[in-house]
């Protein structure tokens, strides 16, 4: 059974849902036969890095909320991240645009290493303080979870993997999703933000009891010549 999730690097409940997510799916009796695809959503594709404003200056000039509103929603973020063992860092968080951090992902999918560069983005970016726009870091990063410096370095040479950036966001908006996270389960079933772990173990429990409703029945037919793995016609 396929699982494909929305998210955006810059975007904290992405993070506590995929720890919550991550929680019940390592639960799952079922684990060995899920297969989990990371897709990409830009919360703010015109967004301009300035690596001179943090995040919550930022969201104050943005959405032209005062500084005590802010710092309210910001820690009542920072709280909830606790609760699943993340220690977010509101204040270090540079504004940085995600592209270049997309493309990484998209490429890291191609070689077996999506979800280590996910979870190394999300805590670079809303633990470490760190520049998820500037090319040594995302490189270093690369190689930090196992891949070929030569290669992720020719990734920013030319515009390579922005197309499957913009792909995955454009079917995000043909199946409605309007915000992240957003997980779609067995290409049938949504499941909207950062939930509990209980909310996710019901979640695949109930897709997975469709799933194998709807896997494929053998009719009771006779006759019929057939070919077997082994080689034998009859």
Same mark, same amino acid.
Not at 91 to 117: M, W
Not at 174 to 188: C, E, M, Q, R, T
């Given at each position: 059974m396929?699982?494909?999730?929305?998210?955006?690097?810059?975007? /904290?409940?992405?993070?506590?849902?995929k720890?919550n997510?991550?929680?019940?799916?390592?639960?799952? /009796?079922?684990?060995?036969?899920?297969?989990?695809?990371?897709?990409?959503?830009?919360?703010?594709? !015109?967004?301009?890095?300035?690596?001179?404003?943090?995040?919550? =200056?930022?969201?104050?000039?943005?959405?032209? @909320?005062?500084? @005590?509103?802010?710092?309210?929603?910001?820690?009542?973020v920072?709280?909830?991240?606790?609760?699943?063992?993340? !220690?977010?860092?509101?204040?270090?968080?540079v504004?940085?645009? %995600?592209?270049?951090?997309?493309r990484?992902?998209?490429?890291?999918?191609?070689?077996?290493? &999506? =979800?280590?560069?996910?979870e190394?983005?999300?805590? &670079?970016?809303?633990?470490?303080?760190?520049?998820?726009?500037d090319?040594?870091?995302?490189?270093?990063?690369?190689?930090?979870?196992?891949? #070929?410096?030569? &290669?992720?370095?020719?990734?920013?040479?030319?515009?390579a993997?922005?197309?499957?950036?913009?792909?995955?966001?454009?079917?995000?908006?043909?199946?409605? @999703? %309007?915000?992240? /996270?957003f997980f779609?389960?067995? !290409?049938?079933?949504? @499941? %909207?933000g950062?939930?509990?772990?209980?909310?996710? *173990?019901? &979640?695949?429990?109930?897709?997975?009891?469709?799933?194998?409703?709807? %896997?494929? *029945?053998?009719? /009771?037919?006779?006759?019929? #010549?057939?070919?077997?793995?082994?080689?034998?016609? =009859?």
């Amino acid at each position: 059974m396929q699982i494909h999730i929305w998210s955006d690097i810059r975007c /904290p409940f992405c993070y506590i849902g995929k720890r919550n997510f991550t929680a019940a799916l390592d639960k799952f /009796p079922h684990k060995d036969k899920i297969t989990v695809e990371w897709k990409s959503f830009e919360l703010d594709p !015109n967004l301009k890095t300035q690596t001179d404003i943090n995040a919550i =200056d930022h969201f104050m000039q943005s959405k032209g @909320v005062d500084e @005590v509103n802010a710092k309210g929603m910001f820690n009542r973020v920072t709280e909830m991240a606790s609760g699943v063992g993340l !220690n977010f860092k509101i204040e270090d968080i540079v504004t940085a645009n %995600s592209l270049n951090a997309h493309r990484l992902l998209q490429y890291a999918k191609t070689v077996g290493f &999506a =979800d280590t560069t996910k979870e190394a983005l999300l805590k &670079a970016h809303l633990e470490d303080g760190k520049n998820i726009d500037d090319i040594a870091f995302l490189v270093n990063t690369a190689i930090s979870v196992g891949m #070929e410096k030569a &290669a992720v370095e020719e990734i920013y040479k030319t515009d390579a993997f922005t197309y499957e950036v913009r792909q995955d966001e454009m079917e995000a908006r043909n199946i409605g @999703v %309007s915000g992240v /996270p957003f997980f779609v389960l067995d !290409n049938k079933y949504g @499941v %909207s933000g950062a939930q509990p772990v209980e909310a996710f *173990t019901e &979640a695949l429990e109930q897709a997975w009891e469709k799933h194998q409703k709807e %896997s494929l *029945t053998i009719l /009771p037919t006779t006759g019929g #010549e057939s070919c077997d793995v082994d080689g034998n016609c =009859d």
